[in-house]
């Protein structure tokens, strides 16, 4: 017997549309016991998923997943190797990377694309990650984004006092970053 899967993306689910032809030995709409089904439906729904069973008795049905879109973080630093080696940590998780060399490009990239959070280095060219920082606040469209203060500084107080999140110290491990993302 053949089986077809077709499937579409929207913005936020995944469905995949499952049918088959019907076997000449058994009627039509019995190749997938109930059974089975119900199994199937529960773990989609603690998944968030749904399953449509077609009613018109052919057997196919509709499987909808929920699809979670990767959380974007801005990384602000002069240093094009930070940017990347901020990519290599967070690659394989929910995490994109985008980045700005400079101060003006971090809050204008910020404004733009509303990121999930930033990453801001404090000792960079333009203005430093400070005023950066109390600009980011300042403006309604980034006051809310989460901003993470990254640098050799050891500035904790100051960076929580501007409104910062959290506070890394470079060198910055894989684990730390991960954490502090978290």
């Not at 030995?25 to 089975?36: F, I, K, N, T």
């Not at 089904?37 to 008795?57: C, F, M, N, P």
């Not at 959380?71 to 929910?94: H, K, T, W």
């Not at 994109?96 to 809050?107: K, M, R, T, W, Y």
């Amino acid at each position: 017997r053949r089986i077809t899967v077709t499937g579409r993306q929207s913005r936020n689910e995944l469905h995949m549309q499952i049918g088959q032809e019907p076997r000449r030995d058994r009627p039509a709409g019995l190749d997938v016991p109930g059974e089975r089904l119900a199994v199937a439906e529960h773990l989609l729904t603690a998944q968030g998923g749904r399953l449509l069973q077609d009613t018109d008795g052919s057997g196919a049905f509709t499987l909808i997943l929920p699809v979670q879109a990767a959380a974007l973080v801005l990384v602000v630093d002069d240093n094009q190797e930070m940017i990347q080696l901020f990519r290599r940590y967070l690659a394989g998780s929910r995490y994109e990377v985008i980045g700005a060399a400079s101060g003006h490009d971090g809050i204008h990239l910020a404004v733009e694309s509303h990121p999930n959070l930033i990453i801001l280095d404090v000792m960079i060219p333009d203005q430093d990650g400070w005023e950066v920082l109390q600009h980011l606040r300042n403006l309604p469209a980034t006051k809310d984004i989460p901003v993470i203060v990254c640098s050799v500084l050891k500035e904790h107080d100051l960076a929580f006092s501007l409104g910062a999140r959290e506070f890394l110290a470079k060198p910055v491990t894989q684990q730390s970053l991960l954490s502090a993302v978290a």
